[in-house]
T-cell receptor
Framework: NAGVTQTPKFRVLKTGQSMTLLCAQD?????MYWYRQDPGMGLRLIHY???????AKGEVPDGYNVSRLKKQNFLLGLESAAPSQTSVYFC?????????????????FGQGTRLTVV | GNSVTQMEGPVTLSEEAFLTINCTYT??????LFWYVQYPGEGLQLLLK?????DKGSNKGFEATYRKETTSFHLEKGSVQVSDSAVYFC?????????????FGTGTQLKVEL
């Protein structure tokens, strides 16, 4: 049972470098999400996707880009990393009931990527 | 906008003690409410949920009741175990568009000692 898999698990970047975080889910879920977790602030939604080929902004999208070219993958990119982007990043996915909305369905989370920008 | 407020931790209890973690929310309309748990080194996982007023969610001995009049969703367990040590997040969903886009509280760390 792989579920939601994130790579890499740890990364240290220098300011101005770029990188891509990969999220893969094997549950055929329609929806995918990227959150960041910071001390004292809980998790905040960065971007999300309601289906293959679609993306939308969440609460804190600045400095990040995403792509969902395949249903099972959701990529988070940092074009020019800044120290303020030091955080733990979580990917999540959830399924569609086919009845619209789907606000109550369970979100399944990956184990997280700890990113440090120096 | 939507927001969730949780009691600050860490909360330290002895095994078999009673647990309450307070959670209150601010939202327009009628959000769905959730408790997620994060064990050390792992991602979050759903503990329980309630989708309308007066609903009670329950799982693994944990319970929480959706109280619209007090805008609260407090988590309780009658007898905690060492294995319950984790960070607990209260969350709500009332965002437009599809999917389960969650607004989280800051999390409450629970430590249970023998």
């Amino acid at each position: 049972n792989a579920g939601v898999t994130q790579t890499p698990k740890f990364r240290v970047l220098k300011t101005g470098q770029s990188m891509t975080l990969l999220c893969a889910q094997d549950m055929n879920h329609e929806y995918m999400y990227w959150y960041r977790q910071d001390p004292g602030m809980g998790l905040r939604l960065i971007h999300y996707s309601v289906g293959e080929g679609t993306t939308a902004k969440g609460e804190v999208p600045d400095g990040y880009n995403v792509s969902r070219l395949k249903k099972q993958n959701f990529l988070l990119g940092l074009e020019s990393a800044a120290p303020s982007q030091t955080s733990v990043y979580f990917c999540a996915s959830s399924y569609s009931t086919g009845r619209g909305g789907d606000r109550d369905t369970e979100a399944f989370f990956g184990q997280g990527t700890r990113l440090t920008v120096v | 906008g939507n927001s969730v407020t949780q009691m600050e931790g860490p909360v330290t209890l002895s095994e078999e003690a009673f647990l309450t973690i307070n959670c209150t929310y601010t939202a327009t309309g009628y959000p769905s409410l959730f408790w997620y748990v994060q064990y050390p080194g792992e991602g979050l996982q759903l503990l329980l949920k309630a989708t309308k007023a007066d609903d009670k969610g329950s799982n693994k001995g944990f319970e929480a009741t959706y109280r619209k009049e007090t805008t609260s969703f407090h988590l309780e367990k009658g007898s905690v175990q060492v294995s319950d040590s984790a960070v607990y997040f209260c969350a709500l969903n009332y965002l437009p568009g599809g999917g389960n886009k969650l607004t989280f509280g800051t999390g409450t760390q629970l430590k249970v000692e023998l």
